[in-house]
């Protein structure tokens, strides 16, 4: 059931579902060609920020809808079941906007939140190419946790700032008006600047070559002498940055439920479509066959277990912000990676199954079923899973709390005596 923070307009937000529903309906019915063709959902991004699809979690004062956590992730599980590329896309934006709701700085958090009410979308821009961050390191650059930041901020004589660099998994840029670039800056800082997408010094190379989410934008962007936007300093303090960790790998268990939830439907379309079934079939219908019909309840038990999941570790998230404890932040971590480890077993396993409901006809191109395993298991790889097991088994066994990779080495603002005024500390700012 989707509902809707208490302080929003509900007729507003009613309206603005309708015409959501309706885009991802259109994406849906054309997502299976355009794996095969290559073809970017561009007009459909659009269409979707029109509709009002990335002021979900915009508080109402500032021209949003003000939806709690759980209500995002099923609407983004919803995109996923329509095209598991859409959530994939819109994962920089949202994140970009959990930033700016505990964002210290109160002029810069009222100024990027009304424009995105407005309907501006951003992109991601944080992961560099490999060979850089290794010469980097080899030249004496110190890594931090997301390796070294080789895009640097120039300032000129009259203070504009300026960025330089190449990026890679860059997931959303090509479809957006402003990215988030991790950059590091004029003092040797690691932090988040603004640019605009478009800009002449910006290039979106088309070059992601992974098996799935094929059409995210996730390959190379080049910056080139791109300017800083004002006010575009976000996420420089560790108060804007809690919950973080756990919020960009709940994106993905939307998207993996949204993908178990496509496999169901889809596969449940095969069966009735088929007119023969196998030589050593029960019955000749494939609708009546008992084996058939169990691959589809395995499969529905399945994609409940990853909508089940994605809700608890949504309320986690949600019950952590409330409370503003770094021991609630830990446990929401610990909830979302068991959540990881357990929905990615159940839809990579449901994305294998679903084939035997249909015999050999379903390998082939033209009923586009073998995607949801690609797709997933790209997924699967991102935020790598295979570590996930220890951190929890650390924690239950000897107590060792997971380390908050987005603000390990972020200064507090009550460390720096800066904008005092507007902060607590407390990891509730501006919530």
Avoid: C
């Amino acid at each position: 059931m989707t509902t809707v923070a208490p302080s929003a307009h509900p007729a507003v937000f009613a309206q603005a579902l309708v015409r959501i529903r309706e885009v991802l309906g259109e994406a849906a019915e054309g997502a299976g060609e355009r794996d095969v063709t290559g073809e970017h959902p561009d007009e459909l991004i659009r269409a979707l920020a029109d509709a009002g699809f990335g002021k979900l979690r915009v508080p109402v004062e500032f021209g949003g809808f003000g939806v709690d956590l759980p209500t995002l992730f099923e609407l983004l599980a919803e995109a996923g079941q329509a095209d598991s590329n859409i959530p994939q896309i819109w994962r920089g934006h949202f994140t970009t906007v959990e930033i700016l709701l505990a964002e210290v700085d109160e002029q810069v958090r009222g100024h990027w939140l009304r424009r995105i009410a407005e309907g501006v979308v951003f992109g991601n821009a944080q992961s560099e190419p490999s060979a850089l961050v290794a010469a980097a390191v080899a030249a004496g650059e110190t890594p931090g946790v997301w390796g070294a930041t080789t895009t640097k901020v120039r300032v000129d004589e009259d203070g504009s700032r300026y960025v330089s660099g190449t990026k890679f998994y860059s997931t959303g840029a090509r479809f957006a008006d402003y990215i988030r670039a991790a950059v590091t800056d004029e003092a040797g800082n690691r932090t988040f600047v603004v640019i605009p997408a478009r800009h002449e010094g910006v290039t979106h190379a088309d070059d992601w070559d992974g098996i799935g989410q094929r059409q995210t934008g996730s390959g190379t962007t080049y910056f080139a002498d791109v300017p800083v936007q004002d006010l575009g300093d976000i996420g420089r303090y560790k108060e804007s940055l809690r919950g973080l960790d756990s919020f960009v790998q709940i994106v993905h268990l939307a998207n993996l439920a949204g993908i178990a939830g496509s496999l169901v439907a889809e596969t449940v379309e095969i069966v009735r479509a088929r007119t023969r079934t196998s030589l050593h079939a029960l019955t000749q219908n494939a609708a009546e066959d008992p084996e058939v019909l169990g691959v589809i309840g395995r499969l529905e038990a399945r994609r409940l277990t990853a909508v089940t999941l994605l809700r608890h570790a949504a309320r986690a998230l949600q019950d952590a912000h409330a409370a503003g404890a770094e021991a609630d932040y830990d446990r929401a971590y610990l909830d979302t990676s068991a959540a990881q480890v357990a929905a990615i077993e159940a839809v990579l396993d449901a994305a294998t199954a679903a084939f035997d409901a249909g015999g050999s006809s379903t390998v082939r191109a033209s009923t586009h079923l073998d995607r949801h395993w690609r797709n997933a298991r790209t997924l699967a790889s991102h935020n790598p899973v295979v570590y996930k097991p220890r951190v929890i088994g650390n924690f239950l066994v000897n107590g060792v709390a997971p380390v908050p990779g987005y603000y390990r080495d972020r200064p507090s603002v009550t460390d720096t005596g800066e904008l005092t005024s507007t902060a607590s500390g407390n990891g509730t700012v501006g919530r």
